[in-house]
């Protein structure tokens, strides 16, 4: 390989790096690996032990409870959640009753570790 092949080969290289930096938050989004972002893991669990669907337990042991009993199924994911804005994370708990998809919206601040019920169940929109 000739020098001229060399630093043609490390320009590309730094060209190719300089793009995937700038378009990182696109790249991570269409790949899927912003699931794993720590604050939105936060949002998560932060909702899963709010006692939001019921006064003296957890939401995680509600609808596990509801799993369980086979009042509620699985639709796809249980748990996601949405950066909004800095720390604010709209978080959604998915599942189907009676065959009706159920939707509760929940907005998370996970810097003071609010939770606060956006909208109960209910069919999406």
């Not at 796809?76 to 959640?81: D, S």
Request: charged content about 30%.
């Amino acid at each position: 390989m000739e020098r001229r092949d060399k630093v043609f080969f490390v320009l590309l290289l730094g060209g190719l790096g300089y793009g995937g930096y700038q378009n990182r938050e696109f790249i991570e989004q269409k790949l899927g690996l912003d699931d794993l972002a720590p604050g939105r893991i936060k949002a998560v669990d932060l909702c899963k032990h709010a006692f939001t669907l019921d006064r003296v337990r957890p939401n995680w042991v509600v609808l596990e409870g509801w799993l369980h009993d086979g009042q509620i199924e699985e639709d796809g994911e249980l748990w996601t959640a949405q950066r909004v804005a800095g720390d604010d994370f709209r978080v959604l708990c998915r599942y189907k009753r009676d065959g009706e998809v159920q939707l509760h919206r929940f907005a998370v601040d996970t810097a003071s570790g609010g939770v606060r019920v956006e909208e109960d169940a209910g069919p999406p929109r």
